[in-house]
């Protein structure tokens, strides 16, 4: 009888939770090193101009919230692994295909074929919408025991959010030393190594679930944690936003070891539950931009991302944590994928925004920075809003 209570696993980070999250790493490392610097390189090369260029991410997002559509079917009607395996190769085939438009040497291509281009965007956001929803929020969960889902969750998000910067600092250390074809074809490795991981954990096979229709928002969307989406979404694509106007090694850098700093601050119970960790990640997001606005030379691409970064793992964190305790037992690959959608939709949808303004030119740049004040604001004062509504909910049920 003991046995039924004992932990397959008593430890997180057994060998099958490290190879998953190092495919996690890789997938993610192979999406954020190639797709959102495409519509930068499409413009600046002229390519297509400013709105065609924005228009790729917005469809690359619009691929990632139609594949939710279907995510619950494909894993009830085919095992698991093999959907995420299918959708990272697919994933590696859309970013080999993406060199054929962004090659100097064939600079008609995007001319004679923007539909291609713009379907290629589309189907390269539902197989990154799809493989990273059935890794994050259903193969790492199958793989942890209960005790441990929280931190498995937090432990995915961060690695996530990590290579936010990882991937932008190495694309810009490779573009200028090998090949347009060898860059994009590091990132589909890249996909492909992450694909060859996951076939490596053995998932046992389960029985489909009888009744399970081939739309659904099952595994999803998350509708309680709606307002929580907002904020995620909108802090996103601020973040997004000031990405653009800063596209050097010493920013991305800055921000990782400002993620970084968040991460060991989190560590403490403490501050992890503490009721001001959202309001002074805020401040240090507000503080962070309407510095970047005085442009102080140095510490724009050093201190300012630090301290951002900080702010943004603080408040990004709550917000996960809110979303888990806003779903129920049964609920939590769909607040994964709710957070996902938010965070990943958000920064991609600001990346469009930083080049529908024109915010990749440098004299631009306190455009992107206005407008990611704004959008912190807002997230600011949905996340007041938010504590509120709890509060009062609380003592009404008290």
């Given at each position: 009888?003991?046995?039924?209570?004992?932990?397959?696993?008593?430890?997180?980070?057994?060998?099958?939770?490290?190879?998953?999250i190092?495919?996690?790493?890789?997938?993610?490392?192979?999406?954020?090193?190639?797709?959102?610097?495409?519509?930068?390189?499409?413009?600046?090369?002229?390519?297509?101009?400013?709105?065609?260029?924005?228009l790729?991410?917005?469809?690359?997002?619009?691929?990632?919230?139609?594949?939710?559509?279907?995510?619950?079917?494909?894993?009830?009607?085919?095992?698991?692994?093999?959907?995420?395996?299918?959708?990272?190769?697919?994933?590696?085939?859309?970013?080999?295909?993406?060199?054929v438009?962004?090659?100097?040497?064939n600079?008609?291509?995007?001319?004679?074929?923007?539909?291609?281009?713009?379907?290629?965007?589309?189907?390269?956001?539902?197989?990154?919408?799809?493989s990273k929803?059935?890794?994050?929020?259903?193969?790492?969960?199958d793989?942890?025991?209960?005790?441990?889902?929280?931190?498995?969750?937090?432990?995915?998000?961060?690695?996530?959010?990590?290579?936010?910067?990882?991937?932008?600092?190495?694309?810009?250390?490779?573009?200028?030393e090998?090949?347009?074809?060898?860059?994009?074809?590091?990132?589909?490795?890249?996909?492909?190594?992450?694909?060859?991981l996951?076939?490596?954990?053995?998932?046992?096979?389960?029985?489909?679930?009888?009744?399970?229709?081939?739309?659904?928002?099952?595994?999803?969307?998350?509708?309680?944690?709606?307002?929580?989406?907002?904020?995620?979404?909108?802090?996103?694509?601020?973040?997004?936003?000031?990405?653009?106007?800063?596209?050097?090694?010493?920013f991305?850098?800055?921000?990782?070891?400002?993620f970084?700093?968040?991460?060991?601050?989190?560590?403490?119970?403490?501050?992890?539950?503490?009721?001001?960790?959202?309001?002074?990640?805020?401040?240090?997001?507000?503080?962070?931009?309407?510095?970047?606005?005085?442009?102080?030379?140095?510490?724009?691409?050093?201190?300012?991302?630090?301290?951002?970064?900080?702010?943004?793992?603080?408040?990004?964190?709550?917000?996960?944590?809110?979303?888990?305790?806003?779903?129920?037992?049964?609920?939590?690959?769909?607040?994964?994928?709710?957070?996902?959608?938010?965070?990943?939709?958000?920064?991609?949808?600001?990346?469009?925004?930083?080049?529908?303004?024109?915010?990749?030119?440098?004299?631009?740049?306190?455009?992107?920075e206005?407008?990611?004040?704004?959008?912190?604001?807002?997230?600011?004062?949905?996340?007041?809003?938010?504590?509120?509504?709890?509060?009062?909910?609380?003592?009404?049920?008290?």
């Amino acid at each position: 009888m003991d046995k039924q209570y004992t932990p397959t696993y008593h430890r997180m980070w057994n060998r099958d939770f490290s190879l998953l999250i190092a495919a996690e790493l890789l997938l993610c490392i192979a999406c954020y090193m190639t797709i959102p610097f495409l519509p930068y390189r499409l413009f600046k090369n002229n390519y297509v101009d400013a709105s065609l260029a924005s228009l790729t991410m917005v469809l690359f997002v619009t691929g990632i919230f139609v594949s939710g559509f279907f995510g619950s079917w494909l894993i009830q009607r085919y095992r698991r692994n093999k959907v995420f395996g299918i959708s990272a190769l697919c994933l590696a085939a859309t970013i080999l295909a993406l060199s054929v438009f962004d090659n100097p040497q064939n600079k008609y291509a995007v001319e004679n074929h923007i539909m291609a281009l713009l379907g290629v965007c589309t189907f390269g956001g539902m197989v990154f919408g799809q493989s990273k929803r059935v890794l994050s929020c259903t193969l790492l969960i199958d793989k942890t025991e209960s005790c441990h889902r929280t931190e498995a969750n937090y432990a995915a998000i961060w690695i996530a959010r990590l290579t936010i910067v990882a991937g932008p600092i190495i694309a810009i250390q490779l573009r200028n030393e090998v090949q347009n074809t060898m860059f994009y074809g590091i990132g589909a490795a890249m996909a492909i190594v992450a694909a060859a991981l996951v076939m490596m954990v053995n998932f046992p096979f389960r029985a489909p679930e009888e009744g399970t229709k081939l739309i659904s928002t099952d595994r999803f969307l998350l509708p309680q944690g709606w307002n929580v989406s907002i904020v995620i979404a909108c802090m996103s694509a601020a973040l997004g936003l000031t990405m653009v106007t800063h596209t050097s090694t010493e920013f991305f850098t800055s921000l990782a070891v400002g993620f970084a700093i968040a991460i060991l601050t989190l560590r403490f119970p403490a501050v992890r539950m503490g009721r001001f960790t959202s309001m002074v990640g805020n401040v240090c997001i507000l503080t962070a931009v309407l510095a970047m606005t005085l442009h102080n030379g140095m510490l724009d691409d050093t201190l300012k991302p630090m301290v951002l970064g900080l702010g943004f793992g603080l408040t990004a964190s709550e917000q996960l944590y809110k979303l888990l305790d806003r779903s129920n037992h049964c609920q939590r690959s769909t607040a994964e994928s709710t957070y996902f959608m938010a965070s990943d939709g958000g920064l991609f949808l600001g990346i469009a925004a930083g080049c529908l303004v024109g915010t990749y030119a440098a004299e631009q740049a306190a455009t992107g920075e206005h407008g990611a004040i704004l959008l912190f604001a807002i997230a600011s004062i949905m996340c007041s809003i938010n504590s509120l509504m709890k509060k009062k909910h609380t003592e009404f049920h008290a």
